[in-house]
């Protein structure tokens, strides 16, 4: 198993408050993931191929957490988060997704 497996599992191991806690934290991390794809202080995109794409996982993040929310999230969709975002193949967002899942981990395991 891989580790991008591993940290799926983890993730569908938690409790459904633990879930929702780390999936919430992990969506503000990734919109600052998105902060470096602009030009602070301005309205200007220095890099709109990446902030598509770090939509586009925030989106699944989302997603999964108001389904888990709503009690209608499907099997599977939880682990594939994991996927969505540490399996990035856009070199320049590699370090800061992994550093977005690590800081939502690491938030939720200091809260216990």
Request: hydrophobic letters at 40%; charged letters at 25%.
């Amino acid at each position: 198993m891989s580790s991008i497996e591993e940290e799926g599992v983890w993730l569908e191991s938690l409790d459904l408050d633990d879930k929702l806690r780390f999936l919430a934290r992990l969506g503000f991390e990734i919109t600052i993931v998105g902060r470096n794809s602009y030009e602070a202080g301005t309205n200007e995109l220095i890099a709109p191929a990446e902030l598509r794409r770090v939509n586009e996982i925030q989106h699944r993040v989302t997603a999964c957490l108001s389904q888990l929310l709503n009690g209608t999230c499907p099997d599977g969709f939880v682990p594939s988060i994991a996927q969505w975002v540490l399996a990035e193949k856009d070199a320049e967002l590699v370090p800061y997704l992994r550093g977005a899942w690590s800081g939502a981990k690491h938030n939720l395991l200091n809260q216990h």
